[in-house]
């Protein structure tokens, strides 16, 4: 399972997050690889009628429908076609109460809820939550190249083990820096279900190219 | 100038939105009156491709493209059809740096600009940033269904004097509370260009009839 | 273990936030009751300086030393004289992350920590940060005069089970509504080593009174 | 008119912010130089109890007192002693409406008021509010050692000419990377009524020589 977020990109906003969603869509069913694309909201409802595989949002906030001007109604996002949603990503954290709180709407609405953490002890709490996903990234590692399973195998394995202590429902990603099959492979052996990763992709010059070389790994 | 806010109504969210974005292109052209809706960023590229009149953003956040996961990018707007937005609406109010540097980014990207406002000192300052209208809103009267024009008809002609007198090219809109024929005639006795409303229109019971009801004083 | 959550009420700032203080000592060492008060941060020096009781901040912000004008450092709070402090109170909620960072920081610094949560899964996240305590109030009785021993005596008997599955260590506290001898007894019946409380205190005509009729049942 | 902002350095925290202070009152009396203080709000009360010069607060919340754990009661600023205060400094923005509302706050408090601004049209919109005194400082030369006065003269001209043609009543201070004699010569040859500064004394080796030479260049 290979999440890709788009974050504001402008190599992934408007007519370019769609060619970039297809080019996931082309390899994810020529590989048989599980690819999920996380676009900008403005850019859901275009992708999700286009491409057939799943489209997440990369956040909603914590709001009944009504006056909140401007913000992202989690109604909104189900209607667009979202299928799940990033909460609390290391660039729009929430609060411990947002957070649980996001996991229920998510539930409610049926979307898959992945939750980002920092580190282990964040990991352990965000899986009190049960979410469907826990996705630890450590910030600083975040769009450095340098992949999480090299540099921190021990918080990749340290969140395995305490989000599988709370809740053994809950699965676990990993992220921040993961760009080749090697980093994948690596990721994988270290007992997460899937990858989130985002400019080792998006911002690389042949996008399809660098989703080739890094489902290579696990053919 | 009616502006229409859809905020994030469950009324006025998917394909509700589309529905009532299609009623005020109805409107506008039978009746001959310039109705601008702003619906929320993920409704935002659909209604622009189904309709034929304005469509503004609610709100975008200050970034560059980047890393800024789950925030909205001017450049996503864009790219999606809006041709303005609203900045700092009450409900979504932004530092003063942040504002000066929304209008700025908005004259670059062609957006036509409405800087928000809650009384006729914050008009004035507002006015300074140069956008192409200040919106005066008094906070408590969203959503009361008593109009400004009507509960404070001084902090209207306050800020119509307050933003000329820094620069006489921006426009004023008033809003807060409009929701009659008889409130935007007397709202355009008060000096302004346009009223900016939501719930009187959007949470109606037949939004139509509400709608040419508020148009009906001005034909 | 009784904390005095002074907030920022008028009754509890400047000259008289070290009036209450002194009261609160007076009762504390009269009666032989824990009491802990929480003043607002330019109160802490002076009734660190003039009381004997433990003095906790209400917050101090994730920061480190330098270019944080306006912010709380949490060296300052500690140079203040306090020996603990709350965290992520309802009214002043932080990211997971900050959470997470503020007591370790506390564990550096000697402060005593103590985390709010609102509910039962959030009570369960905290102790996975291993504070010294966790207080739950649900934040709608919070000031509303209805004890959360009597409302919700669920969240805090399972916020007490959640707490001590993840760590034992943790102690628990409940808050929100309690301000008679009554609901001090059922909540340490509950199982809380203690109880947080603001304006069932602070606001009473006669303070040191309300301190009384509290702490009455438990002598 | 010297403002020396202690922002929430080690060297300016606790018992060294009252070193520093006693410092600034040395030398503001041996050289008959205005130099006002802004420590931290845990250090207000003891350094308004041992100095003799004024000492203006970083900030506070634009909040009534009441239930608001952990945030910064303009009242508390008061009680401990402060003559004034900073608003909306660049490490700590406040939307308009906020900005406008501490302005009206601290002129029914009786404190002398400084907002902050980053550029000419922001500082021309403050000036709408009517402080005491806007302080332009450049975000990108805070810190830098290289002076506003220096770097972006215009800047500065721009703020004392735009902040006059709204309210030739309110003053204008200049900041960031002020720290020379030089520095503060070339400031008020533009017209400013004094500068803001923090680093080139707080962190200088000898902060007593660091303020004399400032202030040599006008003595």
Redesign the interface.
């Known amino acids: 399972m290979i999440v890709l977020?788009f974050?504001?990109?402008?190599e992934a906003?408007?007519?370019k997050a769609l060619e970039l969603a297809r080019v996931c869509e082309e390899v994810s069913k020529d590989k048989g690889v599980s690819i999920i694309v996380?676009p900008?909201?403005?850019?859901?409802?275009?992708i999700v009628g286009e491409v057939d595989i799943p489209v997440y949002?990369?956040?909603f906030d914590n709001?009944e429908?009504?006056?909140?001007?401007?913000?992202?109604?989690p109604?909104?996002?189900?209607?667009?076609g979202a299928s799940g949603t990033?909460i609390?990503?290391?660039?729009?954290?929430?609060?411990?109460?947002?957070?649980?709180a996001c996991v229920v709407k998510s539930k409610a609405l049926g979307l898959v809820s992945i939750v980002c953490?920092?580190?282990v002890?964040?990991s352990?709490?965000?899986?009190?939550?049960?979410p469907d996903y826990v996705a630890v990234e450590p910030p600083e590692l975040?769009?450095s190249g340098v992949s999480v399973s090299e540099a921190q195998p021990e918080v990749v394995t340290g969140s395995v083990d305490?989000v599988k202590s709370?809740n053994d429902k809950v699965g676990v990603l990993c992220g921040a820096g993961v760009s080749t099959g090697d980093d994948l492979v690596k990721a994988l052996d270290l007992g997460v279900e899937g990858v989130l990763l985002?400019?080792g992709v998006v911002k690389a010059e042949d996008p399809k190219q660098a989703l080739l070389d890094l489902v290579s790994g696990i053919l």
């Not at 909201?41 to 275009?46: G, K, M, Q, S, Y």
């Not at 109604?75 to 667009?80: I, M």
């Not at 609390?88 to 649980?100: C, F, G, P, Q, V």
């Open positions: 977020n974050k504001t990109y402008i906003t408007g007519r996380c900008q909201h403005a850019d859901l409802a275009v949002a990369q956040h709001i429908p009504g006056s909140h001007t401007g913000w992202v109604l109604e909104a996002v189900v209607e667009a990033l609390n990503h290391s660039e729009h954290r929430l609060s411990a109460a947002d957070i649980e953490s920092n580190n002890a964040v352990k709490a965000c899986a009190a939550f049960s975040i769009g305490a709370v985002a400019s």
